[in-house]
């Protein structure tokens, strides 16, 4: 230590840093909470002697400075058994994580029941307890968070929808790819390479994604001029995918493609077909929808729609902090999509 310094025992305080400095302690709070009323020379010895110390401003004390908690919710209305089964979940965290690492804030993580948030979930996110929320796989019965944005700041991954299923609000922000798209992009390559009775199995019907997507499966259909008919309805699991192939199979014996709206689904289909003893791809191609690690697992790596799941994360967690810094935010950033081609398709 230089010969100014001290010996001190346990955490650094406040007032030990205003000694060392040789200025008051509010003078070291006003440095902390970047005030505009101090001199640069007061302010080069204050950031001395904080190095010197190691001193680590205490957050709650900040809070109540600021007015604010530091804290941002993540809210994801799932049970734990989705939100830590799919790789979407895990890359769009990463990505709210790695922007949130450059900042002050801390992330939390609330879980929530898909068609509404538990009492205690609504008093946490309205009592004062985060300064702003993120929300990932909205579905359209949950009035709650479809008006959470009037309580608070708000980013939604993905286009939020009100209860009867109609596009948000033009004041919702919210971070999404063109699912239509895209569905369009996967299906193109399936008509393009000679099939004709293409199926689909579509994920939950109360979420933006899982609609686009069938939308895009039929648009690029018609396009084509083929019968849009052959479709089965799953929810985004694994399980799910391996029922509704299964489903398709039956109804439709003639299937000879199928455009599956996540890549976790396809798993569960591939697993399917191949229970059926219909090779992949020459009985039956497929297409999935993410490029998450389920399209490159197996021994038959999946066709599929690739969307920037960690980019979406660090744009949403963005948006957010311009926000909450009182900045202009896009309320709307739409990312791009773009197709993989591998053995299934």
């Known amino acids: 230590m230089s010969s100014g310094s001290m010996a001190v025992s346990g955490r650094p305080t406040l007032e030990e840093v205003a000694r060392l400095a040789g200025v008051s302690r509010a003078t070291v709070s006003r440095v902390i909470n970047s005030s505009p009323k101090v001199s640069p020379e007061v302010q080069t010895a204050v950031e001395a002697a904080i190095s010197e110390l190691n001193y680590v401003p205490n957050r709650a004390a900040r809070s109540l400075v600021a007015r604010a908690t530091m804290s941002i919710a993540l809210v994801v209305p799932e049970d734990a058994h989705r939100f830590f089964g799919d790789p979407y979940f895990a890359d769009i965290v990463q990505g709210i994580s790695d922007r949130l690492d450059d900042s002050d804030y801390v992330l939390n993580l609330q879980l929530a029941h898909p068609s509404s948030p538990s009492d205690k979930t609504r008093r946490y996110l309205l009592g004062g307890n985060v300064d702003g929320a993120l929300v990932v796989s909205h579905h359209s ?205």
């Open 141 to 345: 019965g949950d009035h709650f968070l479809a008006s959470l944005g009037q309580s608070l700041p708000v980013v939604f991954g993905g286009r939020p929808m009100d209860a009867e299923g109609v596009p948000g609000r033009p004041t919702d922000y919210y971070v999404d790819v063109d699912n239509r798209l895209g569905a369009v992009q996967g299906t193109r390559h399936l008509v393009k390479t000679g099939h004709h009775a293409i199926a689909t199995i579509t994920g939950p019907g109360d979420m933006p994604a899982a609609i686009d997507r069938e939308q895009g499966w039929r648009d690029a259909l018609r396009e084509a001029g083929l019968s849009d008919v052959r479709v089965a309805h799953a929810d985004f699991s694994e399980e799910g995918g391996g029922r509704a192939a299964a489903e398709l199979l039956d109804r439709y014996p003639d299937v000879d493609a199928i455009f599956v709206a996540s890549d976790l689904m396809a798993s569960g289909a591939l697993a399917a077909l191949a229970e059926r003893g219909r090779a992949v791809p020459s009985d039956v191609a497929v297409v999935g929808y993410d490029d998450s690690p389920f399209a490159r697992r197996g021994p038959i790596q999946l066709t599929t729609v690739a969307q920037p799941t960690k980019q979406m994360g660090i744009v949403m967690a963005d948006t957010l902090l311009q926000l909450l810094d009182g900045k202009q935010a896009p309320r709307v950033s739409l990312l791009h999509t773009h197709l993989v081609v591998r053995d299934s398709a």
